[in-house]
């Protein structure tokens, strides 16, 4: 049996990486997306090990000590991070894992699990990223303005990927995802055993 | 536009490329299939620059002197061989070119032209190459025990290449090669143009 593969889903908000992640997830449910551990509070209907696994700060704090993140962030004084042996359980088990995470933290996977496929989910065009950060309505323009400067250094990131995907529309960015993941399987640098099954097979 | 993908197709006689090769054709018409040059005389119904282009001798000995081959080979006394001219000019043009191609000849490929997506095609099992070329019919006990030897070593090459590709059903085989393609077209080191061009848009 072949290890899962980890499939790295970033992009710059906007990117539209939630939406995509659903649409792999209801396609493909033998997918499994990957949990944070978080110290953050539960909202209401979060549930414990479903969205989030909630720990205390001590926890976490220890877990970082401990090597025991693929990634993690702090945002506003709470911290999020990706459980790497939850993660690698998964993978040993030949299940496929999603981590839909943002750039900085998919810079941290490069890292600590560079046998991961990085993929990174670009906007089909500046003015539609644009338009999809202000339909969102929270942003004053100056806040815009920042968001933007900020997501061109992101996707200037993508160069360090494996591939890039452009959303333009989320049935086809699911199924280039598709693509991605069936083609990665059959890398010769993840079938050496098979490969050399079979030369011997034939030579009997 | 993209630069056309040069997809190299081989594996050991038995494997069913010249079947997988057809079942890409017929359902993506705008893959191109590689016509070689031979110096054989064509057969009752083939057509010059269909199945093949026919040449002297001497402007095949003249081509190879020149480097003009992407490869070639001498087979009972009759060379075959790729027109790396013929084929960069479809690449130029944007279009795939499919070359289905024996493992001698994948091995030089390999040196002229690197950028190719090779491909391994392998029988899903070793039992199933045996019946495979038994069924064939024309092989004594003697030929199919040299020929077997023969596929075991090639299949040991597969190693080198870039994907493997089980030949187990032809729809299913022929499907993940389109799956192949289309995630070597996302591939980062085929797109930094893309995301050049769009962080600068965003940027703006």
């Given at each position: 049996m072949q290890t899962g593969l980890l499939i790295v889903i970033s992009g710059p908000s906007g990117a539209g990486k939630g939406t995509v992640c659903q649409a792999l997830l209801e396609k493909k449910p033998d997918l499994v997306l990957s949990v944070s551990k978080t110290t953050r509070q539960p909202r209401a209907g979060e549930q414990d090990g479903v969205n989030y696994f909630f720990v205390s700060r001590e926890e976490f704090e220890q877990s970082i000590a401990a090597g025991e993140f693929l990634e993690y962030a702090c945002v506003y004084d709470h911290y999020y991070g990706t459980p790497r042996k939850t993660v690698e359980k998964m993978l040993a088990a030949g299940r496929d894992v999603i981590l839909e995470i943002d750039p900085q933290g998919a810079q941290q996977v490069m890292h600590t699990y560079p046998e991961g496929v990085f993929i990174f989910l670009l906007p089909p065009s500046g003015a539609e990223l644009r338009s999809r950060i202000t339909n969102r309505?929270?942003?004053?323009m100056d806040n815009l303005a920042k968001r933007l400067t900020a997501a061109a250094l992101e996707i200037a990131?993508?160069?360090?990927?494996?591939y890039v995907v452009v959303n333009d529309s989320v049935p086809a960015a699911r199924d280039r995802i598709f693509a991605i993941i069936m083609a990665e399987k059959l890398r010769v640098s993840r079938n050496h055993n098979l490969i050399q099954a079979l030369a011997e097979e034939v030579k009997k």
């Open positions: 309505g929270t942003e004053s990131q993508a160069h360090q990927y494996d």
